[in-house]
T-cell receptor, first 115, second 113 residues
Framework: GALVYQYPRRTICKSGTSMRMECQAVGFQATSVAWYRQSPQKTFELIALSTVNSAIKYEQNFTQEKFPISHPNLSFSSMTVLNAYLEDRGLYLC???????????FGPGTRLLVL | GDSVTQTEGQVALSEEDFLTIHCNYSASGYPALFWYVQYPGEGPQFLFRASRDKEKGSSRGFEATYDKGTTSFHLRKASVQESDSAVYYCALGPNTGNYKYVFGAGTRLKVIA
C-alpha cells in the first residue's frame, strides 16, 4: 500500500533558528508533493505544491525564501522553515500523490514548536 | 472558488449509534470527492473517494455517495465504535481551473462507550 513517512515527528527550535523536515513515499512514486501547515485556527494551509520536473508553486503568504523545498526524486521531498518564529508553529503535513491517481496520501506530520 | 462545507463541527454519539456527517461542496467542474480521518497526533488517513455521480465510496464500515444533484457527499456509518473517535475531513480533489485540494473544516466525532 501507499505509505508516507515524515521525520522528525516533533521538533522544538529557538526563535530565529531554522529546521528541516523530510517526507518519504514508500510503495508508490510521489510525482507531486504538497506541503501543508495545520493549526487549530486554520485546518489545512497549503504552503506549496512540488511536482517533479516542474517549478514549485508557492501559495500566497508563503515564499521560497522562507520555506525552501527540495523534491529531487519520486520518493523524497524536504522542506526547511527558515528563521522560525511563533507564528510558524503547527503541524506540517506532506501529502503525496502519483502522476496518474488523484488520491493524496499524507504522512503523520512534523510538529514544530518554537520557543 | 471551490469550497467544502461540513455543517457539524462536533458530533457526540454512543457506541452502536448511526453516524451521519454532512458534506456539501461547490465546484465549477466535476472533481473527485474524498473523506479523510485524522486521529490525535497523526496525519490525515485516506478513507475513500468517489469520482462520478451516484458512485459510492466505502471503507471500514463508512460510506458516502457522490450526489451531483444535491452537491453532497455525506459520510455515514451504521454502528459507530469508540475507536471511531477522530476528526473527519471531506475534501474536493483538483479540478479544471483548480490544482488544489479543498478541505472542509472538519467534524470532530466523539463516541462514548
Amino acid at each position: 500500500g501507499a505509505l508516507v513517512y515524515q521525520y522528525p515527528r516533533r521538533t522544538i527550535c529557538k526563535s530565529g533558528t531554522s529546521m528541516r523536515m523530510e517526507c518519504q513515499a514508500v510503495g508508490f512514486q510521489a510525482t507531486s508533493v504538497a506541503w501543508y501547515r495545520q493549526s487549530p485556527q486554520k485546518t489545512f494551509e497549503l504552503i506549496a505544491l512540488s511536482t517533479v520536473n516542474s517549478a514549485i508553486k508557492y501559495e500566497q503568504n508563503f515564499t521560497q525564501e522562507k520555506f525552501p523545498i527540495s523534491h529531487p526524486n519520486l520518493s523524497f521531498s524536504s522542506m526547511t522553515v527558515l528563521n522560525a518564529y511563533l507564528e510558524d508553529r503547527g503541524l506540517y503535513l506532506c501529502g503525496a500523490r502519483t502522476g496518474t491517481g488523484d488520491t493524496q496520501y499524507f504522512g503523520p506530520g512534523t510538529r514544530l514548536l518554537v520557543l | 472558488g471551490d469550497s467544502v462545507t461540513q455543517t457539524e463541527g462536533q458530533v457526540a454519539l454512543s457506541e452502536e449509534d448511526f453516524l451521519t456527517i454532512h458534506c456539501n461542496y461547490s465546484a465549477s467542474g466535476y472533481p473527485a470527492l474524498f473523506w479523510y480521518v485524522q486521529y490525535p497526533g497523526e496525519g490525515p488517513q485516506f478513507l475513500f473517494r468517489a469520482s462520478r455521480d451516484k458512485e459510492k465510496g466505502s471503507s471500514r464500515g463508512f460510506e458516502a455517495t457522490y450526489d451531483k444533484g444535491t452537491t453532497s457527499f455525506h459520510l455515514r456509518k451504521a454502528s459507530v465504535q469508540e475507536s471511531d473517535s477522530a476528526v473527519y475531513y471531506c475534501a474536493l480533489g483538483p479540478n479544471t481551473g483548480n490544482y488544489k485540494y479543498v478541505f472542509g473544516a472538519g467534524t470532530r466525532l466523539k463516541v462514548i462507550a
